[in-house]
């Protein structure tokens, strides 16, 4: 099976600060990667899918990009509600849907 | 507009079965795939399983395959998880959504932009 790892799984930043968070899979996607974000008590939230493309309402300060085994989410300046648990998710492949570990991002 | 309802909060035994359903709405049932996923304070989120309902073909991910079932009534446009015999260890949230599809030439992209409220269960002797 393909599995994903996410890094770092936690981190601490600032109100304006830009950051990037890591995925990596250990077999060639392609485009097949997704983005979540999911806070406590609500329903993850979609940001991205195929790698690279801004989901409908999604704040322009997400962003993603990557192919192959690579791939990073950022975060172009931070809000005080971008606080959360964000994922990254293959969508490529049996088991289709594996989510990474998670990255714990506080502000 | 896709819609997605999940049944109610569920307080079981170890030992006991149970079943969840998940009902949709505003799309063509058949043609999308449909996902359960856990989520747990300690594991976050787990990839289940997936069920097409046109032909109730499913796919589960390594850590349920033989531990749940995921199935389909289209005449209701709902899907199911159902276990034989929980544990404790289920106790969790699980969320179901429709695979949204992207097609960019002949390959497609699959991703979970409507998900249900959740269904949270506690398994406790």
């Known amino acids: 099976d393909i599995q994903v790892t996410q890094s770092p799984s936690s981190m601490s930043a600032s109100v304006g600060d830009r950051i990037t968070i890591t995925c990596r899979s250990s077999?060639?996607?392609?485009?097949?990667l997704n983005w979540y974000q999911h806070k406590p008590g609500k329903v993850p939230k979609l940001l991205i899918y195929?790698?690279?493309l801004l989901y409908s309402g999604v704040p322009s300060r997400f962003s993603g990009n990557g192919s192959g085994t690579d791939f990073t989410l950022t975060i172009g300046s931070l809000q005080p509600e971008d606080s959360a648990i964000y994922y990254c998710?293959?969508?490529?492949?049996?088991?289709?849907?594996?989510f990474g570990p998670g990255t714990k991002l506080e502000i | 507009e896709v819609q997605v309802e999940q049944s109610g909060a569920e307080v079981k035994k170890p030992g006991e079965s149970l079943q969840i359903s998940c009902r949709t709405s505003?799309?063509?049932?058949?043609?999308?795939?449909i996902a359960w996923v856990r989520q747990t304070p300690g594991k976050g989120l787990e990839w289940m399983g997936i069920?097409?309902?046109?032909?109730?073909?499913?796919s589960y991910g390594p850590s349920f395959e033989g531990q749940v079932a995921i199935s389909v009534d289209r005449s209701v446009n709902t899907a199911y998880l159902k276990w034989k015999s929980l544990k404790a260890s289920d106790t969790a949230m699980y969320f179901c959504?429709?695979?949204?599809?992207?097609?960019?030439?002949?390959?497609?992209?699959?991703?979970?932009?409507?998900w249900g409220e959740g269904t949270p269960v506690t398994v406790s002797s």
């Open positions: 959504a429709p695979m949204s599809v992207f097609s960019s030439g002949n390959i497609n992209h699959f991703y979970m932009d409507v």
């Open positions: 505003g799309y063509n049932f058949n043609e999308y795939w």
């Open positions: 069920v097409y309902p046109r032909d109730s073909d499913t």
């Open positions: 077999q060639n996607i392609t485009s097949h």
């Open positions: 195929a790698s690279s």
């Open positions: 998710q293959k969508s490529y492949v049996s088991p289709l849907g594996s």
